[in-house]
């Protein structure tokens, strides 16, 4: 499941870490978050703190209270990724501890922009896009 370059306990303390950050989000306490999932105060903390890992159920469980897509809180099983990757992560994290009305407003910004980029990466597949400047070249 996870190989040597990430590590059990790794594993559990960036789990932790996530599970933290999206309560936090939410203005949760840890014994907010127990009363809320029906998960002993006790196993929340240990869970933050990357002590233990939760079973999946118990798992399947937070992440439905916190909102979130389990997905989100699961870290990568090879270990940190980009930069890039590690933002986008946390940020679509807090899109979805957003209220619903808000998350429609950000899939309809969102969209047209996706559509720009995937028209881009088509045109360059294609050899099209935008001018270069060397067509006017003899």
Known sequence: MVDDAFSKDAFARSLGAQLRRARRQR???????????????????KYEK??????????????????????????????????TDRLLREALLEVFLLPLADRKALVALLRPILELF???????CRGGGPPTGDDDAP
């Open 27 to 45: 203005h949760w306490t840890q014994r907010e978050l127990a009363r809320r999932s029906g998960v002993p105060y006790y196993r929340i903390s």
């Open 118 to 124: 995937r028209t881009k990466d088509t045109l360059a």
């Open 50 to 83: 990357g002590q233990y890992l939760p079973p999946v159920p118990i798992l399947l469980k937070v992440a439905q209270t916190l909102g979130v897509p389990l997905d989100l809180l699961v870290p990568h099983p090879h270990g940190p990724q980009s930069e």
